[in-house]
């Protein structure tokens, strides 16, 4: 059994930066992928980026490329989102989830899932 704990969010201004954080503890194989997702209100969960445990590959959103950065580390059992350049449409509860299957950017194929953690862009 994984569980997974998000922190980091809040309310920032166009522009800026805010970096999560995702704690997870329990058994995480190599196989793995650690993704995060988000949604906003009305909307379906958004794939924004995925990192493969083992071997560290790195996936992003197209809406996301060159703004967001996703980075694990296995001794901590933690995976980081270092967001950039936010947008208003940023906004969005951010979730991070596992796949122990492999990489997937559909949310039904992740197994767990964390409460998810609120960002705000503000004008």
Not at 33 to 38: A, E, N
């Amino acid at each position: 059994q994984v569980q997974l704990v998000e922190s980091g969010g809040g309310l920032v201004q166009t522009g800026g930066s805010l970096r999560l954080s995702c704690a997870a503890t329990g058994r995480i194989y190599s196989s793995s992928v650690m993704g995060w997702f988000r949604q906003s209100l009305g909307e379906e969960r958004e794939f924004v980026a995925a990192i493969r445990w083992g071997v560290g590959n790195k996936y992003y959103g197209d809406a996301v490329k060159g703004r967001f950065t996703i980075s694990r580390s296995t001794s901590q059992n933690t995976v980081d989102l270092q967001m950039t350049s936010l947008k208003l449409e940023d906004t969005a509860r951010y979730y991070c989830a596992l796949d122990r299957n492999g990489l997937s950017t559909t949310a039904s194929s992740y197994d767990y899932w964390g409460q998810g953690t609120q960002v705000t862009v503000s004008s």
